[in-house]
C-alpha cells in the first residue's frame, strides 16, 4: 500500500513539472515572438488610405468591408450601431446625404506588443449639404480600435468620430 502511494506522489510531480515546464515555455515563446508593431502600423495606414478612396468613390461594400463582424460606430449625432449590419446601414445613409464627402488621416496608431490589436486617433473632415444645399463642412477628431483577425487581416472594431474640434 506505502508503494502504491509513492508511485501516486511520483506520478502527481511528474504531471506538476510537466504542467510547469509547459507553461514555461509558452511564456519564453510568448515573449520570444516577433515584434512586428511597425509591419502592423505601415499596415494599417495602408489600409485607412484605401478605406479614404472607397468612401470617395461612395461604394458601400467597400467602404464598410474594413470592419468586423462585430464592429460598433458611434457617430455624433446617430444612434449607435453594433454589428457590420448595423454599421452598413449608418453608412449607407451618410453616403446618401446631399453633397456627402469625407477624408480622414491617421495621426497616431498604436499597436499593442501582442500584435493582436490597435488603435488610431486622427483627424477628419466630413461635408455634407445644408437645408438650402451649400456645403457645411466638420473638422473634427476620431479614435478607431482595429483587432488583427484569424486570416492576419486588420479590421475596425470600434470607429467614434468626435465633434471635437481641431
Known amino acids: 500500500m506505502h508503494h502504491i502511494r509513492v508511485s501516486a506522489l511520483v506520478v502527481a510531480v ?15 515563446e510568448v515573449a520570444t515572438a516577433a515584434d512586428t508593431r511597425a509591419a502592423d502600423e505601415a499596415a494599417i495606414r495602408a489600409l485607412d488610405a484605401e478605406w479614404v478612396k472607397a468612401i470617395a468613390t461612395k461604394d ?4 464598410t468591408s474594413y470592419y468586423a463582424e462585430t464592429a460598433e460606430m458611434f457617430a455624433p449625432n446617430a444612434p449607435a450601431a453594433s454589428g457590420k449590419d448595423a454599421v452598413q446601414k449608418l453608412c449607407a445613409s451618410m453616403l446618401r446625404m446631399p453633397g456627402f464627402a469625407l477624408t ?27 437645408k438650402k444645399g451649400k456645403p457645411q463642412t466638420v473638422k473634427a477628431k476620431y479614435v478607431v480600435v482595429w483587432g488583427k483577425q484569424a486570416d492576419g ?9 468626435t465633434t471635437t474640434t481641431l
Open 14 to 28: 511528474l504531471a506538476v513539472f510537466t504542467a510547469c515546464n509547459t507553461a514555461s515555455k509558452s511564456s519564453t
Open 60 to 63: 458601400l461594400d467597400k467602404a
Open 104 to 130: 480622414f488621416t491617421p495621426s497616431k496608431i498604436e499597436v499593442a506588443r501582442s500584435g493582436d490589436i490597435a488603435y488610431e486617433t486622427g483627424a477628419y473632415e466630413m461635408t455634407v449639404n445644408d
Open 153 to 161: 487581416s486588420w479590421k475596425a472594431l470600434v470607429d467614434s468620430p
